[in-house]
């Protein structure tokens, strides 16, 4: 995959910055999906590869229009950290340009089907295929939108996350 990282203009007015966290946000904490408003822990949910502090290594999003256009965010100064509780209750914080968006739900693991039940800032369910790189190290691809050309509009994206465990329960 080409990958290009251009990072957004640090002299950007204000405005834009706002709207490149909002967009960026979106791309990472929305993700297309149905409408949900899970009540607590899916039955049998499976989160046990997961649970721990998770920092993102790489997130990346991939027009879907145009493949060889590709923002890597952390690259950008973006960072992205994820808590998975062994009840499977996450957190994922989004920060860039030193504000940060943040979600609360539920997520499940089913094979390599990696769904977010988000509860908070807003109902919704996103999926998403979960590759295990290593004991500590996980990559997760779904869908997602971001406005690649400042337009305002979202466009249809893919969005690649890799993230390196920081801290397991008991550590």
Do not use: H, K
């Not at 690649?148 to 920081?166: I, K, M, Q, V």
């Amino acid at each position: 995959m080409a990958r290009t990282s251009p990072a957004p203009r640090a002299n950007a007015r204000p405005a834009s910055r706002r709207r490149f966290l909002l967009l960026a946000g979106l791309a990472l904490l929305a993700g297309a999906g149905a409408c949900t408003d899970p009540a607590g822990p899916p039955e049998g949910a499976n989160a046990e590869a997961l649970v721990g502090d998770w920092d993102a290594s790489a997130v990346v999003v991939t027009n879907l229009a145009v493949p060889e256009q590709s923002i890597d965010l952390t690259a950008g100064g973006a960072t992205f950290t994820l808590n998975v509780q062994p009840s499977g209750q996450y957190t994922a914080t989004l920060t860039f340009l030193g504000s940060p968006v943040t979600e609360i739900g539920f997520l499940t693991l089913e094979g390599d089907v990696l769904t977010f039940l988000r509860q908070f800032p807003s109902p919704d369910t996103a999926t998403a295929v979960f590759t295990q790189l290593g004991p500590d190290r996980v990559r997760f691809v779904g869908e997602s939108a971001f406005d690649f050309d400042g337009n305002g509009e979202s466009d249809p994206a893919s969005l690649l996350t890799e993230l390196e465990r920081t801290s397991a329960p008991g550590t």
